[in-house]
Structure formats: structure tokens, C-alpha cells
């Protein structure tokens, strides 16, 4: 009962299992035993946040004063930013993003432009969204796969405004730079849903040939069957 690390790998045994209300309950007993224990504040951040994003974001403050890097780490940074946004703090969220422009790696400014679009689309700034995602295309382009996703998400956002032929052209790009391998075949997946979206119903059935002639060469599972499963319907 006074094992903080056992409580801990139950906590994440609930949340593999989806019940994050036990999660949490396992996660503050870890910290009643080890009060700095940023990962336990973390993850009830991620638990809580869509429920109660007031708490979350405590929770991922506290956590940052103990490892400072982690705020301007990867998911951590784009989903405490997020949550900031949630609760009304656009400043805030604006914020959080920029500070991984200080980072050396051109990917990692790259995934701060990514984030940085997602907002300006949030605001319905459609022309600085566009700005944000073409610049992170550009710093993603040793990473095909996130420049992919920086390509689906300007799509989404010319979508969103009526620009459907240039929400068409990116995705083709996408296309070009995603490889249909297994891991990524959501994203292909995804691009065939935004084609619909668009209303490009060609280009999203040849997608979807796609995927069922690699699913017929592949062994798939898990995310790879289900999402493939989302165009097909």
C-alpha cells in the first residue's frame, strides 16, 4: 500500500483500460507517497483535462515546476497548450507553442508552427493558419510523416473556409510524402476522409483502393485495420 511505483503501474494499467476515474484515484495516492512526482501530475492532467481542464491545467503547472524541459517537450507542450486554450487562455496557449521555437532541432520548430496553425484555424485566421502550416512543411521536410500531417492539417483549414481545390492540392502532397507502410496507414486513411470533406470523391476512392491492396499484402491490425475500416464506410 505505501509502494508509490506500484500505484503508479496500476494507474497506468486503468488508463490502458479506459477508466481513468480509478487512474486518477491511483495516481494521487502516488502522490500522498512522492508529492514531486511530475509523471503522476501529468497523467492526471491528461485524465482530467477534458472534464475538468481547470484542474488539468494545475496539474501540468505543477509538473513543469519540477522538470522544467518537459513543457517544451513534444505531446506535453501541444496538449498543455490545448488545455489552456479549453479553459479560454488563447495568450496562454500562444505562448506555451512559441517556446518550442527555441528548440535547435528544425522538426521540433516545425511541430510549434504545426501547433501555432491549429490555434490560428481555432480563431478563424485562415490566412495566418495557412503561414504557420506551410513554414512547418518546410522545417518537416527530413520527416515526411509530419510533414504530412502539417500538409492534412492546412488542408482542413482551406476546407473549413470553402477552398476546396486547394484543400485538394494538399492533400495530393500529402499523399505524395506519406509512405503506405504500416504505422502511418490512419494518416492515408485520414487524407481519403478530408478528400470527401472536400468533396473530391474520386480521389478519395483511389485512397481507399490503396489501402485494400496493402491491406491484402500486409498482415494489419489494431489502428491500421480500424482506420482503413473509416473510409470503407
Known amino acids: 500500500p505505501d509502494d508509490a511505483a506500484a500505484h503508479y503501474n496500476l494507474g497506468g494499467i486503468y488508463r490502458d483500460l479506459g477508466d481513468c476515474d480509478q487512474a486518477t484515484g491511483e495516481y494521487r495516492t502516488v502522490l500522498e ?10 497523467n492526471i492532467a491528461t485524465c482530467v483535462s477534458s472534464r475538468d481542464p481547470e484542474t488539468a491545467v494545475s496539474h501540468y503547472q505543477r509538473a513543469f515546476q519540477i522538470q522544467p524541459e518537459w513543457e517544451t517537450s513534444g505531446n ?24 518550442r521555437f527555441a528548440a535547435a532541432s528544425p522538426a521540433e520548430r516545425g511541430s510549434a508552427q504545426r501547433s501555432l496553425g491549429q490555434l490560428s484555424i481555432y480563431g478563424g485566421r485562415f490566412d495566418e493558419a495557412a503561414e504557420h502550416f506551410e513554414s512547418a512543411a518546410l522545417l518537416h521536410q527530413e520527416v515526411p510523416q509530419s510533414a504530412g500531417r502539417d500538409l492534412l492539417f492546412w488542408a ?4 473549413a473556409r470553402g477552398q476546396t481545390a486547394r484543400a485538394t492540392e494538399l492533400l495530393d502532397r ?16 485520414i487524407v481519403g476522409l478530408a478528400y470527401l470533406a472536400a468533396g473530391d470523391l474520386d480521389s478519395a476512392r483511389q485512397v481507399s483502393v490503396g489501402l485494400d491492396t496493402w ?19
Open 174 to 189: 500529402a499523399r505524395e510524402v506519406v509512405p503506405m507502410t504500416s504505422g502511418w496507414i490512419w494518416m492515408h486513411s
Open 76 to 99: 506535453l507542450n501541444h496538449e498543455f497548450g490545448l488545455t489552456l486554450l479549453t479553459i479560454g487562455d488563447e495568450q496562454g496557449a500562444r505562448a506555451t507553442f512559441g517556446k
Open 215 to 233: 491491406a491484402s499484402q500486409n498482415d494489419e491490425s489494431g489502428i491500421d485495420a480500424l482506420r482503413r475500416r473509416e473510409i470503407l464506410a
Open 156 to 159: 482542413r483549414g482551406e476546407v
Open 33 to 42: 507517497l512522492d508529492p514531486e512526482n511530475a509523471g503522476a501530475l501529468i
